[in-house]
Nanobody, 126 residues
Framework: VQLVESGGGLAQPGGSLRLSCLAS????????MTWFRQAPGKEREIVAS????????YYVDYVKGRFTISRDNAKNTLTLRMNSLKPEDTAMYYC????????????????????WGQGTQVTVSS
């Protein structure tokens, strides 16, 4: 299994970035996929999650209305579009694969994921 993130970088406050995660080595269409982030000195936290059906989504409150998660099951790709970025969005962003196939509840804890990408850094600063 491999998860490879890309698209991070430096953005100004109010700007946008688009993160991608290319998945391989498993049946992408069977699993909830999720974006987490971790800032220095803080715990890893969930940002947004998307079930295998590509329809049911979850967002943490402080990104609702600004971030959009999507997946292209034909290309095994998970995407996070981030708009109206704030300095507090600065963190390493990781995509992760849920342990359970066809999960019907939201796996909100890192322990519910079995594979992680290497991360992509997002820095929001003027």
């Amino acid at each position: 299994v491999q998860l490879v993130e890309s698209g991070g970088g430096l953005a100004q406050p109010g700007g946008s970035l688009r993160l991608s995660c290319l998945a391989s080595g498993f049946t992408f269409t069977m699993y909830t996929m999720t974006w987490f982030r971790q800032a220095p000195g803080k715990e890893r936290e969930i940002v947004a999650s998307l079930m295998a059906n590509g329809v049911s989504s979850y967002y943490v409150d402080y990104v609702k209305g600004r971030f959009t998660i999507s997946r292209d099951n034909a290309k095994n790709t998970l995407t996070l579009r981030m708009n109206s970025l704030k300095p507090e969005d600065t963190a390493m962003y990781y995509c992760a694969k849920a342990r359970e196939a066809y999960g019907r509840t939201w796996p909100l804890r890192p322990s519910e994921y079995d594979y992680w990408g290497q991360g992509t850094q997002v820095t929001v600063s003027s």
